[in-house]
T-cell receptor, first 113, second 115 residues
Framework: SQTIHQWPATLVQPVGSPLSLECTVE??????LYWYRQAAGRGLQLLFY??????ISSEVPQNLSASRPQDRQFILSSKKLLLSDSGFYLC????????????FGPGTRLLVL | DQQVKQNSPSLSVQEGRISILNCDYT??????FLWYKKYPAEGPTFLISISSIKDKNEDGRFTVFLNKSAKHLSLHIVPSQPGDSAVYFC??????????????FGKGTHLIIQP
């Protein structure tokens, strides 16, 4: 069966510091991968998605970036965090073909102080 | 502009009764709809989905109804159980448009099941 991991589970970072959140998927090959953010009162907002290694699409302008160095690894990064980057970050995957349903990881709670 | 709207931030239902969660959308290109359940500090869990070629999909206690002309869908939970207390997100996709675009989510409805 497929499993999706995210780490760390919780992170507290000062403003201006870098960020690296990691997501890995097990039990499937060539998945579509997604990063979402849940901010208070705003539901889940799609940040990035990837259909393959090195292929990243960005949905919203921001100071975050994403990379996919391996087939089942998706990384969310920032060079300098802002207070507004605080939130709950969720990684999700779907089957490459016909993958309408997305499955979510446990999430990372980020607090920027 | 919010393309997926859940107008009830919260809903309180007595245990054993039917819970009805509503969702409206504005983008007529959406062709696949999903409901997720989310507990605090956890990732959303997929519950049930429906394609735009159908108007009803049922899975155990969960049924999703789609009214394309009204751009409205609803999730029915019957009978409601205490473990159903959670935030429910409605999501939509324009998957037939090609590619692997992400889902568009509503803001969620907090369902509270009272004993």
């Amino acid at each position: 069966s497929q499993t999706i991991h995210q780490w760390p589970a919780t992170l507290v970072q000062p403003v201006g510091s870098p960020l690296s959140l990691e997501c890995t998927v097990e039990g499937t090959s060539n998945p579509n991968l997604y990063w979402y953010r849940q901010a208070a009162g705003r539901g889940l907002q799609l940040l990035f998605y990837s259909v393959g290694i090195g292929q990243i699409s960005s949905e919203v302008p921001q100071n975050l970036s994403a990379s996919r160095p391996q087939d089942r690894q998706f990384i969310l990064s920032s060079k300098k965090l802002l207070l507004s980057d605080s939130g709950f970050y969720l990684c999700a995957w779907s089957v490459q073909l016909g993958g309408e349903t997305q499955y979510f990881g446990p999430g990372t709670r980020l607090l920027v102080l | 502009d919010q393309q997926v709207k859940q107008n009830s931030p919260s809903l309180s239902v007595q245990e054993g009764r039917i819970s009805i969660l509503n969702c409206d959308y504005t983008n007529s290109m959406f062709d696949y709809f999903l409901w997720y359940k989310k507990y605090p500090a956890e990732g959303p869990t997929f519950l049930i989905s429906i394609s735009s070629i159908k108007d009803k999909n049922e899975d155990g206690r969960f049924t999703v109804f789609l009214n394309k002309s009204a751009k409205h869908l609803s999730l029915h939970i019957v009978p409601s159980q205490p473990g159903d207390s959670a935030v429910y997100f409605c999501a939509a996709s324009d998957y037939s448009g090609g590619g692997a675009d992400g889902l568009t989510f509503g803001k969620g409805t907090h369902l509270i099941i009272q004993p």
